[in-house]
């Protein structure tokens, strides 16, 4: 057992990954020599994997975990909390914007009696439109689960092994590792931290990507959708029964007789869109209803690093 275990999803990191260790070693050694350092590579394509086997042979505490594909990075942070066992967990990205230094902090406020502490962005070291994107992430996850997940709050923070155990048993496939911790209700506080800018490369986290991500996790935790798609079919309804009876008394009191096809044939095209748009979100909801009940393994592990204990945490795949 350790006491601090710091969780990491590896992804195209390789220049950022000694620099990463070296300060994880010295931010962690303020607190407690008894660490240890999960590294889970995503398959990048990279030299990722090479130079997290070149750690864990220099450093007993550094244990790395590789997967047979690329998976994504909340099945990264799952197979790192599946695989850890520290008293306290840290769990961090690899771009360095999540200061190491920061760890120390952290751990002393978990220390006032809280389960949760987030790592809370006071200003982002990101592009505009990365802001932006972002912003508008949190924004429609909140509408649809509503949940109030602080948007400035990454996936940086530390966790009691509580906490971690908890996280553990929820095992289905649509992940958002800070909703599902949110969800919890865990005693939680939040400092402020400063972010920096990105050590290497650039995010990986296109538009696309976040759309995906929302849009995947907004059916795993909400089915306002599909509530929504019901208030929408009774305000048409009520619409068209109004309308209706508007033409029913123009007929009776004046005889007018009714004309307009291209709206009647404008009004048919529309509802239809409607009704196939809602079948689609019935569609998909049904889609990842399959994709669970098929319980399929959350990742594949394709190597690890000698001196990790793989076996003895089996059961908690």
């Known amino acids: 057992m350790s006491h601090i275990s710091v969780v990491i999803p590896i992804y195209k990191a390789e220049k950022s990954l000694d620099v990463l260790y070296d300060r994880l070693k010295v931010s962690l050694s303020e607190i407690t020599q008894d660490f240890e350092i999960i590294l889970v590579e995503d398959c990048g394509g990279d030299r990722s994997w090479d130079i997290i086997t070149q750690l864990a042979n220099s450093d ?12 994504g990075q909340h099945y990264g942070i799952t197979a790192g909390l599946d695989h850890c066992d520290g008293d306290w967990v840290v769990v961090m990205d690899c771009d360095l914007q999540d200061r190491p230094e920061e760890i120390p902090r952290l751990y002393k406020k978990a220390q006032e ?3 949760i502490v987030l790592a809370r962005r006071g200003k982002r070291k990101d592009s ?7 912003w508008l992430f949190y924004q429609i996850f909140n509408y649809f689960t509503e949940l109030q997940y602080d948007g400035e709050v990454g996936n940086f923070r530390i966790i009691s092994r509580q906490v971690a155990q908890n996280f553990c048993l929820m095992r289905e496939r649509l992940r958002f590792f800070g909703g599902l911790v949110d969800w919890m209700g865990f005693y939680t506080a939040s400092i402020d931290v400063f972010h920096e800018e990105r050590f290497a490369g650039k995010s990986t986290y296109t538009f696309a990507k976040l759309w995906k991500l929302a849009s995947e996790t907004i059916i795993a935790y909400s089915d306002k959708p599909l509530r929504l798609a019901i208030k929408l079919g009774f305000i048409i309804s009520i619409f068209a029964f109004i309308y209706g009876f508007y033409i029913l008394i123009e007929v009776l009191i004046y005889g007018a007789t009714v004309t307009g096809w291209s709206s009647i044939i404008v009004s048919l095209y529309f509802l239809g869109g409607i009704i196939i748009s809602i079948l689609g979100i019935i569609g998909i909801y049904l889609g990842k209803t399959f994709d669970e009940i098929k319980n399929r393994p959350l990742y594949l592990v394709r190597n690890k690093t000698k001196n990790f204990n793989f076996d003895a945490h089996e059961n908690r795949k």
Do not use: A, E, M, W
């Open 128 to 134: 505009p439109l990365k802001r932006v994107t972002s």
């Open 60 to 71: 007993s505490r550094v244990k790395g975990i590789q997967f047979s594909r690329n998976f």
């Open 113 to 115: 009696g809280y389960d």
